[in-house]
């Protein structure tokens, strides 16, 4: 036997080699292919995360959006009544203003050159 393992030392140290190098490589795939699985889930963890960070974020602006046009509405609201309300006074003291213009002329020539830095002249 010590003879044969002696001529065909070569033959079996090959044969050994040819059957343990694919085994050890065949073990180190494992690990790098395990590996590479939990880093691909790590990294779906991590891309679900931050999709529903990107969700609540989304949700939170949509929020403030309309929180903020509700606003604008309510002062858009109020601006209108505003507006209407001033309208109003100004058309009262329009008519009173062409009240006291029909009663008496001159007391709205002396008014206005109060008001604004004019001079009536009176062409009669």
Same mark, same amino acid.
């Given at each position: 036997?010590?003879? #044969? ?7 079996? $140290? @090959?044969? +050994?080699?040819? !059957?343990? #190098?694919? $085994? ?9 292919? +395990? &590996? +590479?699985?939990?880093?691909?889930? &790590?990294? /779906? ?9 990107? !969700? ?7 929020? +403030? !959006? #309309? ?18 309300? $001033? ?7 329009? &008519? @009173? ?7 008496? %002329?001159? &007391? !709205? /020539? ?6 604004? %830095? ?7």
């Amino acid at each position: 036997m010590f003879a #044969i393992v002696r001529q065909y030392w070569k033959l079996i $140290l @090959a044969l +050994l080699y040819a !059957i343990a #190098i694919p $085994l050890y490589f065949h073990q180190s795939n494992k690990g790098a292919a +395990l &590996s +590479l699985d939990l880093a691909t889930n &790590s990294a /779906n963890i991590q891309i679900e995360e931050l999709q529903d960070s990107m !969700i609540e974020q989304k949700q939170f602006y949509d929020d +403030l !959006i #309309i929180n903020y046009q509700e606003e604008f509405d309510r002062i858009e609201e109020k601006y209108q009544i505003q507006q209407k309300e $001033l309208q109003e006074v100004k058309r009262k003291q329009k &008519s @009173a203003f062409v009240r006291r213009w029909k009663k008496n %002329p001159s &007391s !709205i /020539n002396e008014e206005l050159q109060k008001r604004f %830095p004019i001079k009536y002249v009176n062409n009669k």
